[in-house]
């Protein structure tokens, strides 16, 4: 019987520092665990879909068995922020109160150099099919998105993924789209062994597990003030999305073979 997915929930209990410019603004936080969380808000940036993209795209990457810290819903008390000085900050918190999603912070974790460090090519293979596959623009030579951590490689950062949504519109040939920026992707050059990749993560991603990841997004994050659908109906277009897309992988597969071949 196939586990479902689950993510705790945590309480925000100290703001720390934020981690990098931007529009995000993520932060360094503590919770009522005592672990420190790497902090993604609902109020910054692109607002929830950005925790929906960070949400189904590292919890498939779990399922997968590729490294990946553990995500869990992090709540923001109404009160919290109201000592903070910064007002930028202040706006951030205040805006994100309720539910957020928080990334367990891997302490000692230093990025991913691809100068440094040569990934195996199963490896590469597997982490180039999942980011075809969720449309992850965002694992670039500029921008790996990848940890060093314990001598392992960890996948952090989701949020760019599953762009569709930011227009909702078309969103049926999205699914099938060959996504060309794959060429970009820092690990292609690796990425040999695509077409067993695909019949592995196949027999993994069965319907009843996709379901189960996008059933995890929370309603309160499904209410957009530029949509009359329904929670229930955001939520069917996400997994319909999911389940087309892997249905014609070979598109994306094809895509990235070829975009390889130019670059070896």
């Known amino acids: 019987m196939e586990n479902k997915p689950h993510l705790r929930n945590v309480n925000v209990t100290r703001y720390i520092i934020p981690l990098r410019e931007g529009g995000s603004l993520p932060a360094l936080a503590e919770a009522d665990d005592d672990f420190k969380y790497v902090l993604k808000f609902k109020g910054a940036g692109h607002g929830v879909k950005a925790l929906i993209a960070e949400l189904i795209g590292g919890e498939i990457a779990r399922v997968l068995n590729l490294k990946m810290p ?124 695509l077409d067993e990749v695909d019949v592995s993560f196949k027999t993994i991603l069965s319907p009843a597990v996709l379901q189960s990841i996008v059933d995890l997004i929370p309603e309160e994050w499904l209410i957009w003030e530029d949509s009359e659908e329904s929670p229930e109906a955001l939520r069917e277009v996400y997994l319909q999305f999911l389940l087309i897309r892997l249905n014609h992988s070979e598109i994306f597969i094809n895509e990235a073979q070829n975009a390889r071949k130019k670059l070896i």
């Open 70 to 193: 553990e995500l869990v819903f992090a709540n923001l008390d109404e009160a919290f922020g109201r000592t903070e000085a910064d007002e930028e900050i202040q706006d951030l918190l205040q805006g994100s109160q309720g539910l957020n999603l928080a990334m367990h912070y891997l302490s000692g974790a230093i990025n991913y150099d691809p100068v440094v460090t040569v990934v195996d090519v199963k490896l590469a293979s597997q982490i180039v099919w999942l980011d075809a596959y969720i449309t992850n623009v965002d694992r670039t030579f500029r921008n790996t998105n990848m940890l060093m951590w314990h001598k392992e490689l960890w996948l952090i950062d989701h949020g760019a993924c599953l762009y569709f949504h930011h227009s909702w519109n078309n969103w049926e040939k999205h699914a099938i789209s060959p996504f060309t920026l794959i060429k970009d992707h820092v690990l292609l050059p690796q990425a040999s062994v």
